[in-house]
T-cell receptor
């Protein structure tokens, strides 16, 4: 699975958009970009994933560059409860390849949302 | 629907001892994965079980083992504990192997080795 690079920490004012970047320059054509977050003392929580096109769900939007070497997770209106470590993961769709559930997390970005 | 549960939530052991951690997946989920989380290494995959069979394994020594029962509940065991085994151990469940966009994590077991 491709390696990802994320800034170690970011701050965001409550109510503003939080834009979390991720570099995955070695991504291959069949690898997806996934985002999870982990709020202190809880297990990781799935946020969103995508392959090429931008994706949006009730939690966030995912913007993937045309060359797919980087992506940005956008929390449109950050709240204090969005304070967490955000993990960007790149990997093959294991459903199609028959692989298992192995997730490789990096150190993520600690997002701090403040008043 | 109840979430993934893990027991115990906190555990303190000494070097050389062994420990068994338990995970009950969400009802209907048959795949259970285990992860180790430490401050310096982040989350690292240990192994995954589906239908009582280990399907995938991370790069951990043989002291780390696991199993899954017919009701999908899973246990992991660490023998001859070392100080470096102090970590948060997380369990995640999903309907099927590879369904990891719908993988749900439990709260974890915080293991401290003295």
């Amino acid at each position: 699975d491709a390696k990802t690079t994320q800034p170690p920490s970011m701050d965001c004012a409550e109510g503003r958009a939080a834009n979390l970047p991720c570099n995955h320059s070695t991504i291959s054509g069949n690898e997806y970009v996934y985002w999870y977050r982990q709020i202190h003392s809880q297990g990781p929580q799935y946020i969103i994933h995508g392959l090429k096109n931008n994706e949006t769900n009730e939690m966030a939007s995912l913007i993937i560059t045309e060359d797919r070497k980087s992506s940005t997770l956008i929390l449109p209106h950050a709240t204090l409860r969005d304070t967490a470590v955000y993990y960007c993961i790149v990997r093959v769709d294991v459903v199609l390849t028959g692989g298992g559930n192995k997730l490789t997390f990096g150190t993520g970005t600690q997002l701090k949302v403040e008043l | 629907k109840a979430g993934v549960t893990q027991t115990p939530r906190y555990l303190i052991k000494t070097r050389g001892q062994q420990v068994t951690l338990s995970c009950s997946p969400i009802s209907g989920h048959r795949s259970v994965s285990w992860y180790q989380q430490t401050p310096g290494q982040g989350l690292q995959f240990l192994f995954e079980y589906f239908s009582e069979t280990q399907r995938n394994k991370g790069n951990f020594p043989g002291r780390f083992s696991g199993r899954q029962f017919s009701n999908s509940r899973s246990e992991m065991n660490v023998s001859t504990l070392e100080l470096g085994d102090s970590a948060l151990y997380l369990c995640a469940s999903s309907h099927r192997p590879g369904g990891w966009d719908t993988q749900y994590f439990g709260p974890g077991t915080r293991l401290t080795v003295l």
